[in-house]
């Protein structure tokens, strides 16, 4: 009888910074005017309650209208989600811990790179289940294309590009390795070589 010796796949926990995403929400609230409502994402932010309030004030600058702790009260309570975003009273103290709105835009980039971060654990579980999931090797190698082209579009991370193109000449190894066709020369990484041998010289392509 043969016997897996590989152990049981590990459960990761999304990155994510409650404290970080309090820190943005609250430069908003206390003076949208100064902070670049326009690079802001709801799903910059991951926590449900303060992802809530993210939507709000997206709704209300979108509708060109102000933006502060009254206004996506009202947004909240017209969408009936106040109570579960922590109330009109947590929009208030939001607003009033914030020191100063300078920070905004260093802790918004701290919450595109979890977002991103996550979008990554996103494409490896899509990943990891069309390779269980998929009829044969081709579809669960589309798949992962797929994934992994997807985490360059624009608002997924953009500085991934470097990741996803290695990725995709990944893929392409694989692809031939499949079909018994030889590489010659190295990703780079030398665990990724093992497993598909590296990549031809005509793959090798400057941005």
Same mark, same amino acid.
């Given at each position: 009888?043969? &016997?897996?010796?590989?152990?049981?796949?590990? #459960?990761?926990?999304?990155?994510?910074?409650?404290?970080? !995403?309090?820190? $943005?929400? %609250?430069? $908003?609230?206390?003076?949208?005017?100064?902070?670049?409502?326009?690079?802001?994402?709801?799903?910059?932010?991951?926590?449900?309650?303060? +992802?809530?309030?993210?939507?709000?004030?997206?709704?209300?600058?979108? &509708?060109?209208?102000? #933006?502060?702790?009254?206004?996506?009260?009202? #947004?909240?309570?017209?969408?009936?989600?106040?109570?579960?975003?922590?109330?009109?009273?947590?929009?208030? !103290?939001? =607003?009033?811990? $914030?020191?100063?709105?300078? #920070?905004? %835009?260093?802790?918004?980039?701290?919450?595109?790179?979890?977002?991103?971060? /996550?979008?990554?654990?996103? =494409?490896?579980?899509?990943?990891? *289940?069309?390779?269980?999931? =998929?009829?044969?090797?081709?579809?669960?190698?589309?798949?992962? *294309?797929?994934? +992994?082209?997807?985490?360059?579009?624009?608002?997924?991370? %953009?500085?991934? &590009?470097? +990741?996803?193109?290695?990725?995709?000449?990944?893929?392409? %190894?694989?692809?031939?390795?499949?079909?018994?066709? /030889?590489?010659?020369?190295?990703?780079?990484? &030398?665990?990724?070589?093992? *497993?598909?041998?590296?990549?031809?010289?005509?793959?090798?392509?400057?941005?």
């Amino acid at each position: 009888m043969s &016997r897996d010796n590989r152990s049981a796949a590990p #459960v990761f926990t999304p990155p994510a910074d409650d404290e970080a !995403e309090c820190i $943005v929400l %609250g430069c $908003v609230l206390h003076k949208s005017a100064a902070c670049d409502l326009p690079a802001l994402s709801p799903s910059m932010f991951f926590h449900s309650r303060n +992802v809530a309030i993210a939507h709000a004030i997206c709704e209300l600058r979108d &509708r060109n209208e102000p #933006v502060d702790p009254y206004t996506v009260a009202r #947004v909240l309570l017209d969408r009936k989600i106040l109570e579960p975003a922590g109330g009109a009273a947590r929009l208030m !103290e939001l =607003a009033d811990e $914030v020191g100063t709105v300078t #920070v905004f %835009g260093h802790w918004l980039a701290r919450l595109r790179d979890l977002a991103t971060r /996550r979008a990554v654990m996103d =494409a490896g579980i899509a990943i990891a *289940q069309a390779a269980t999931e =998929a009829d044969d090797a081709e579809s669960a190698i589309e798949t992962a *294309q797929s994934a +992994v082209l997807a985490l360059a579009k624009p608002g997924t991370g %953009g500085g991934l &590009r470097h +990741v996803s193109h290695a990725i995709e000449l990944a893929m392409a %190894g694989i692809e031939r390795r499949i079909r018994g066709e /030889r590489t010659t020369s190295s990703t780079g990484l &030398r665990a990724l070589d093992a *497993q598909i041998g590296g990549f031809r010289s005509e793959e090798h392509t400057s941005e």
